[in-house]
């Protein structure tokens, strides 16, 4: 199993900035890729961005290009997502997510983050 502990968000205003971090423990070794998703009230959860863990390759939700980054640091087992040019609907609950390697794919998921960006 892996655990994922998720740290960051808050409160912003428009146009702001907010960093958050995710810190992966237990298997670690079988990840294949990590990322961040959110969901507001009355929507579905979506992803925001992704990256592969070996790779490094990137995936971003159209809204939040070139306002995102992600990364992640391998040795530290962590995932970041920088976060700038807030804007009031990137409002959400914002988790963590590591996919394992393998067939089966397995999820896991943080307990989740709140930001919040005021108009």
């Known amino acids: 199993q892996v655990q994922l502990v998720e740290s960051g968000g808050g409160l912003a205003h428009t146009g702001a900035s907010l960093r958050l971090s995710c810190a992966a423990s237990?298997?670690?070794?079988?990840?294949?890729?990590m990322g961040w998703y959110r969901q507001s009230p009355g929507k579905e959860r979506e992803v925001v961005a992704r990256?592969?863990?070996?790779?490094?390759?990137?995936y971003y939700v159209d809204s939040v290009k070139g306002r995102f980054t992600i990364s992640r640091d391998n040795t530290k087992n962590t995932v970041s997502l920088q976060m700038s040019s807030l804007k009031p609907e990137d409002t959400a609950i914002y988790y963590c997510?590591?996919?394992?390697?393998?067939?089966?794919?397995?999820?896991?998921w943080g307990q989740g983050t709140q930001v919040t960006v005021s108009s």
């Open positions: 237990g298997r670690t070794s079988s990840i294949g890729r």
């Open positions: 997510n590591a996919r394992m390697t393998g067939l089966l794919g397995t999820d896991y």
């Open positions: 990256i592969t863990w070996s790779g490094g390759n990137t």
